[in-house]
Structures are given as C-alpha cells and as structure tokens.
C-alpha cells in the first residue's frame, strides 16, 4: 500500500476505500490505506477519512493518519471539515450518532485539522 500513495494510482483509490471503511480489516492495514489515500490526495475520500478519524478499532485510534490525510488532500476536505464543524452535514451527523460519537470528539478533532 505504501508504493499505491507514492505512485498515486487512481485506479487504486476504490480498493483503498474499501479497506479504509471495512471495519472487519486489521488496523494496520487501515493506517496504511489511509496514508495511502492522504499520499494520493484523493478527494474522493474525504467523507471515509472524516469518519475514520474518530474512530478506533482493536483499540486502535485512526486519529493521527486521519487528520494528516485530510491536511494533505487540502481545500476539498476543509470544505467537508467546514460542514461538519458548522452543523450542516446532516449524513455525518446522523452517522456519528448512529456509532456513538459525541459531538465534542468530532468537532475537536475537525478543528484541529
């Protein structure tokens, strides 16, 4: 996965997603689809990537390379961050719900970013 970021395939960003989203995958595997896609600046992910950094899985936080990716992919996940931030993104809301975040984690964790 680390030469999928460096290369910067497109055609690799869905399998990525995949991976990123499976909350069966080991998180290693994870971690590394997530720097993968930050690498690729996939604009594609951001959605994925605003949920998994506040997730855990195993114990195992996605915080770290979440927030990086977002950083990395720049202008496109600010405006999704924005959203979230602001209260406007309703979907994300209902998910983050849906899986138990308090709004206090997902919003410190979104403005840090």
């Known amino acids: 996965m680390d030469a999928l970021g460096r290369l ?3 055609s690799s960003v869905a399998t990525l997603l995949k991976l990123v989203d499976d909350e ?4 290693l595997i ?3 689809a997530i720097i993968a ?3 690729m600046r996939a604009a594609e992910a951001v959605g994925s990537l605003e949920r998994a950094m ?3 899985r195993q114990g ?3 915080f770290s390379e979440g927030s990086y990716a977002l950083f990395q992919i720049g202008a ?3 405006a999704g961050l924005s959203r979230i931030l602001s209260g406007d993104d ?3 809301l209902a998910w983050a719900a849906e899986k138990g975040r308090a709004p206090a984690g997902y919003l410190s964790k979104g403005a840090i970013v």
Request: aromatic content about 8%; hydrophobic content about 30%.
């Open 8 to 10: 910067k395939d497109p």
């Open 24 to 27: 069966g995958a080991p998180p």
């Open 30 to 32: 994870t971690k590394k």
């Open 37 to 39: 896609l930050g690498e």
């Open 54 to 56: 506040v997730l855990e």
């Open 60 to 62: 195992v936080s996605f």
């Open 76 to 78: 496109p996940a600010a």
């Open 90 to 92: 309703k979907e994300y």
